[in-house]
């Protein structure tokens, strides 16, 4: 049911009455001396209430509920009837209501008859009312409540507006009005009857702003359909009148009564999505208005804002008066409105309305990513989500622990960053993360994949070959199995060229399968081998293959020579072989020639496989150029060369005089000469120098060149020489030109001979030079290199002195040296290396001494704390052999020892500080000693102490030691024990150490002895055993017997028996029976039997008996208890007892009777005490017990 109810003035404070007190109204509400006054609106069950609040914001409440608001002026609120229906005017109790029922409905007794008005313009609600909705439970029906018959099924609001299938039609809960205002002014409401028919381009009435709603079970015509809600008064469609034929004025009267939409409202939010509805603005038309609505259907457009600067999107056009927006962004404001249209004519957008989305769960985040990785843990990081309007609370961060297994938890907290640790190395693992904030948990985040670090890659395997060309070859190759955790792995291919001599060199490196490698030689075969590497390192090379590249058309021969004389009528052409025959044999060569030098016209002149050919008639004195091609399997290759020759020509003169180009040096002299004076009619080619030692003696060829210059080398310094010249051409060599003398300058002196050495001492040599030859200039200067070995040698000694002694060597060792004379001209070579080594001498000092432990030595030590083992290091030799070491620790003459590097110092002093010194000892002497070492012994481990059992039990036995048995004040709080007892096999096996000085053993044989040994150790070590303990357990008693049964025989005669038990180890077993009275007992029977009849029984209630087993065992055999005869008896506990039958009843004869219940009577008293004590102790327990439930729970489980 819809009950749009509005306001027009905001009304003062007034109070609120009894009946309304869960609704926070002000005081003067219910004041009877004001016009305002307080109704009720009554929601009944299935239906809902709508409020508009003053801010946009709309609240819901559903039936059944009893809703106040406040009319200030005491008016009738206005209402509108949906057709088929009728509102009525109940008085309940001192209060009106408003009901809506349908006109076919059975009203009831109380309720007056329906008013018939025209609803007045709607008041605004009160803003106490729109901000507090308290939901009321209607009563139980009285006289003023609606029968159940009239109470609609309960629908839900979104199915009001669906389309032909449900109308507006429900029971409309109106304000309460006063006496002053039952009905409407027969004028008033034809005024608004004529507005409605004259005026159809005025604006249109305000609709509604809140209500009930409920779709009815029947269904009205079609023509009434529809419901609409807003903040105006509701008008039904402008009729169309017959005399009105103007297309325009229906147009514009149909736009005004589509702009009127109401608003839409919100039924539902949540997080990302809202229910809205609206009315159709075709509800004025009732059934007071004899007009119809147009025919054709109308559509609606919602337009959806996120804020108020943004534009409105529309995000619907239909005809359904209800959709659900979804997609939305959670805790996020939004405005609303909604556009009515029909046909082609379009309405203004209704008023916007707001709502606010819920908050939710934050967004799901962003994957993990991996900061540092080891080979045991992985460090990650995550950037915070969108909290949607809540604040996060914390990270929840899950992993399948590295196998295909559920995600498991493993952090969750508010850092955006954690570091997993103890993972496998090389182990794939998957992480995905979730956010939380109050409003719960978001979804997990894509799964991140990574991999803690690992080792090298297997070798793969060897490469092979996929294509070859000339000068490359295409290679593949295989992965090396599944890396570990899936890694990328980089692959390095090696190349080793065949006769280089240079090894693997790379040629690729990448994470391709394969490569081409270019810029190889043609035909030639290499040898490949392919490497993997991952993050960890590299892997071994795979095995070498060997792959040979394709075979080329061969490179040009050699350039065309001449063979033998250039005639002037053939020439005589040879040519060699191409380097690079492409890998086949060359089977046939070509010979072109060019006649002149700028010719362009090549003729074959020969075709074979020779290299060589004679050129004949030629003409004498011409140019001529020449050229080879070849042939091979592969092709032709390109044309060598051009040879240009001439034909013969006469010989040159002779040259111009030689002369110095320079200054002549010591080891040579540059030359210079001019060219011949006439050149025998062909172009000089060649020149020849030759020289002598002597004018007359003989020559030898210095230089043969085109050049006219060249540098006489390799000469003697000081030395004179003579040198000639001669010129050539195509046709010979010249004549040689007149003798040049010259000599070479003054060089530095020889090298050295052989240098004397001398030994001195162990540390010093003696050396010893000559004079060397001074090659022209006298010897000033000498310079001695020495060293330890023959590639660093330094320098010792610059003078002009011919000995040197060098001091501070180290003995036994052999050192070179070589010495250099050094003239005006500069210094000459270095002699000879002379090595020399000098003698033996004693040893060096210890250079390191330190105290051993006793995990390092072979065996341990005999005594720790008057004992110490001593480590050193062997010290220099100085070329004999080291025998022994001198050990001083403070006695008169020191410890000698052989060859060794550690020595054990026995029968010292226990807790003593000694400093100890090494000296080592060969053949030459000893030598001096290392520096001190102070070393401390232990003190002496403690004593055993005295092992005593204070307490013995058939099953255990309590030991106790220490404690001013032995020497308690010598051991200190850090003393512990070690007690051991004997097995089976006659081994002792600790069975407790620690501090205490008591121990109980249990779990032992009756009547057994038992052997133990005790043991205390400190700091200072274990100390000796104590001697064999022995200790024996007693026997045991036998058990407890079950209550024993009683049968009566006759009268005062009853038979009592009770289980046997088997003989203890061949000990007999004997029996007790007593009688109780209270806490009084009688032995009746002892012995063997396992019955007793029992006579003459006393007349009580209370009598009751029981039984108990004894153990009879041989005198000293263990145990406890009364014997006679040697025979000692063992008595267990006695049984539950029995109670007697009931006597018969007997008439006081005797005194006897009442001396019993005089002596029972205290007894029962007595009891009767023990059992209130004992029920108090179970109280006080249960009730402590309580209390320490209620702690734990706040303390500690909260």
């Known amino acids: 049911m819809l009950s749009p109810v509005m306001m027009a003035d905001q009304p003062h404070c007034v109070e609120a009455p009894p009946m309304l007190t869960e609704h926070p109204l002000l005081p003067h509400m219910l004041s009877r001396e004001s016009v305002q006054q307080v109704i009720l609106v009554q929601v009944n069950p299935g239906e809902t209430f709508t409020i508009r ?108 507006y669906r389309e032909q299938e449900a109308v507006l039609a429900g029971h409309v809960a109106v304000l309460l009005r006063d006496e002053h205002s039952g009905t409407v002014p027969e004028h008033l409401r034809k005024r608004l009857k004529e507005r409605a028919h004259l005026s159809p381009s005025s604006s249109p009435a305000p609709s509604p702003h809140n209500g009930h709603s409920k779709t009815p079970t029947h269904h009205p015509p079609p023509s009434h359909m529809g419901s609409g809600k807003d903040k105006h008064t509701a008008a039904a469609s402008p009729p169309r009148p017959a005399e009105r034929t103007d297309s325009e004025v229906e147009v514009k009267t149909l736009q005004e009564v589509l702009s009127g939409v109401s608003p839409p409202t919100v039924c539902s939010v949540s997080p990302r999505s809202a229910v809205l509805s609206w009315l159709s603005p075709l509800d004025l038309y009732n059934g007071d208005t004899s007009e119809t609505p147009p025919q054709s259907p109308l559509s609606y457009e919602l337009a959806l804002s996120s804020g108020r600067g943004s534009d409105f999107k529309p995000v619907y056009v239909g005809e359904e008066m209800t959709f659900t927006v979804s997609e939305l962004r959670p805790a996020t404001s939004y405005h609303i409105r909604v556009c009515a249209s029909c046909g082609s004519v379009k309405g203004c957008p209704s008023e916007p309305a707001s709502f606010t989305t819920e908050c939710s769960v934050p967004d799901t985040p962003a994957p993990p990513r991996l900061l540092t990785r080891t080979k045991s843990s992985l460090a990650l990081q995550w950037k915070a989500p969108n909290d949607n309007g809540c604040k996060i609370t914390g990270y929840l961060l899950e992993f399948d622990e590295g196998k295909p297994s559920a995600f498991k938890e493993i952090y969750f907290g508010h850092m955006k960053q954690y570091k997993v640790i103890r993972l496998a190395p090389s182990t794939k693992y998957a992480f995905r993360l979730a956010a939380k904030n109050d409003i719960g948990m978001s979804a997990f985040s894509e799964v991140l994949t990574c991999c803690t670090s690992g080792c090298a890659p297997p070798p793969p395997a060897p490469p092979r070959l996929a294509t070859a060309g000339v000068s490359w070859l295409a290679l593949e190759w295989s992965a090396p199995g599944r890396p570990q955790g899936e890694e990328s792995l980089s692959y390095t291919l090696e190349m080793e060229e065949e006769g280089s001599g240079y090894g693997f060199k790379p040629r690729h490196n990448g994470e391709e399968l394969g490569c081409t490698v270019r810029n190889l030689r043609r035909s030639s075969s290499y040898r490949f081998r392919v490497l993997a590497a991952n993050a960890e390192g590299r892997s071994q090379p795979s095995a070498a293959v060997e792959f040979s590249t394709s075979p080329d058309r061969p490179s040009p021969p050699g350039q065309p020579a001449i063979k033998g004389r250039v005639l002037p009528h053939s020439l005589h052409i040879t040519w060699d072989a191409p380097r690079d025959s492409g890998g086949s044999e060359v089977t046939e060569y070509w010979l072109e020639m060019c006649l002149g030098l700028e010719g362009s016209h090549w003729e074959m002149v020969y075709s074979g496989a020779e290299t060589e050919h004679i050129c004949d008639q030629l003409t004498p004195g011409t140019w001529y150029r020449l050229r080879v091609y070849c042939q091979s399997l592969g092709g032709q290759s390109q044309p060598s060369d051009s040879l240009t020759v001439q034909t013969a020509a006469v010989p040159p003169g002779p040259c111009q005089l030689l002369s110095l180009a320079g200054r002549a040096r010591p080891w040579e002299i540059p030359l210079r000469w001019g060219p011949p004076t006439h050149d025998g009619g062909a172009l000089v080619s060649q020149f020849a120098v030759e020289m002598s030692d002597l004018a007359k003696g003989p020559r030898r060829s210095l230089y043969q060149g085109s050049e006219t210059e060249c540098t006489a080398s390799r000469l003697l310094p000081g030395h004179v020489y003579c040198f000639w010249v001669k010129a050539a051409n195509q046709a010979g060599w010249g004549p040689l030109s007149d003798m040049f003398e010259a000599s070479t300058a003054p060089a530095p002196p020889e090298p050295c001979a052989p240098i004397q050495l001398t030994i001195r001492t162990a540390t010093s040599v003696q050396a010893s030079w000559e004079i060397p030859e001074s090659n022209g200039a006298e010897v000033s200067e000498f310079r001695l290199e020495w060293g330890a070995a023959q590639g660093s040698l330094q320098l010792v000694y610059s003078g002009p002195a011919l000995s040197h002694e060098v001091r501070g060597l180290v003995p036994a060792t052999s050192y070179y040296c070589r ?227 009683i049968q009566q025989l006759e009268p005062n005669v009853c038979e009592v028996t009770w289980e046997g038990l088997q003989p203890m180890r061949g000990d007999p077993i004997v029996y007790t029976l007593q009688l109780v009275r209270g806490r009084e007992s009688e032995q009746l029977y002892r012995g063997k039997e396992t019955w007793f009849v029992l006579r003459g029984a006393v007349a009580t209630s209370e009598r009751r008996v029981r039984v108990c087993a004894g153990r009879q065992c041989q005198e000293g055999s263990g145990g406890t208890g009364a014997g006679g005869g040697g025979v000692k008896e063992l008595w267990g506990q006695y049984s539950p007892s029995t109670a007697l039958p009931s006597p018969e009843p007997q008439g006081p004869t005797e005194g006897g009777t009442g001396a019993m219940a005089r002596q029972e009577g205290p007894a029962r008293g007595g009891s009767s005490k023990d059992e209130h004590l004992i029920l108090l102790l179970l109280l006080g327990f249960a009730v402590l017990a309580f209390l320490f439930a209620v702690l734990i729970q706040y303390f500690v489980i909260k």
């Open 53 to 160: 609040t003053e801010d946009g914001h709309i609240q819901c409440i559903p039936g059944p509920a009893h809703v106040p608001m406040v009319s200030p002026n005491g008016s009738m609120p206005p209402i509108f009837v949906p057709p088929g229906y009728m509102s009525q005017v109940v008085e309940e109790n001192g209060m009106r209501k408003v009901v809506v029922l349908p006109h076919s409905a059975e009203f009831h007794h109380s309720m007056g008859p329906p008013p018939s008005h025209v609803p007045p313009p709607y008041l605004h609600p009160h803003p106490a009312m729109l901000h507090h909705h308290h939901v009321y439970r209607p009563p139980v029906p009285t006289t003023g409540e609606l029968p159940s018959h009239f109470i609609m099924p309960p629908r839900h609001l979104p199915q009001i």
């Open 819 to 1045: 010495v250099q004379a050094v003239n005006v001209a500069g210094a000459g070579l270095f002699g000879e290396v002379a090595m020399v080594t000098t003698p033996a001498s004693v040893p060096a000092a210890v250079p390191l001494v330190q105290e051993m432990g006793e995990e390092a030595l072979p065996a341990p030590l005999p005594c720790p704390s008057t004992c110490l083992a001593v480590h050193w290091e062997e010290p220099c030799s100085h070329g004999a052999e080291i025998t022994g070491y001198n050990v001083d620790f403070g006695e008169r003459h020191p410890l000698s020892v052989g060859r060794t590097n550690y020595c054990v110092l026995e029968n010292l002093q226990p807790d003593t500080t000694y400093r100890i010194r090494v000296q080592a000892v060969n053949s030459v002497g000893a030598g001096p000693f290392s520096s001190s070492l102070k070393a401390q012994t232990r003190p002496l481990p403690p004593a055993p102490p005295t092992l005593e059992c204070s307490v013995s039990g058939p099953q255990s036995l309590k030991l106790k030691w220490g404690e001013g048995l032995s020497r308690p004040s010598a051991l200190s709080s850090t003393t512990q024990y070690c007690l051991q007892i004997q097995d089976a096999q006659g081994r002792f096996v600790c069975i407790y150490s620690g501090p205490c000085h008591k121990y109980k053993v249990q779990r032992l044989s009756e009547a057994t002895v038992y052997h133990f040994c005790i043991q205390a150790h400190n700091e200072a070590g274990a100390g000796p055993l104590s001697p064999v303990y022995s200790f024996s357990t007693t026997k045991s008693p036998p058990t407890q017997l079950k209550a024993p049964k």
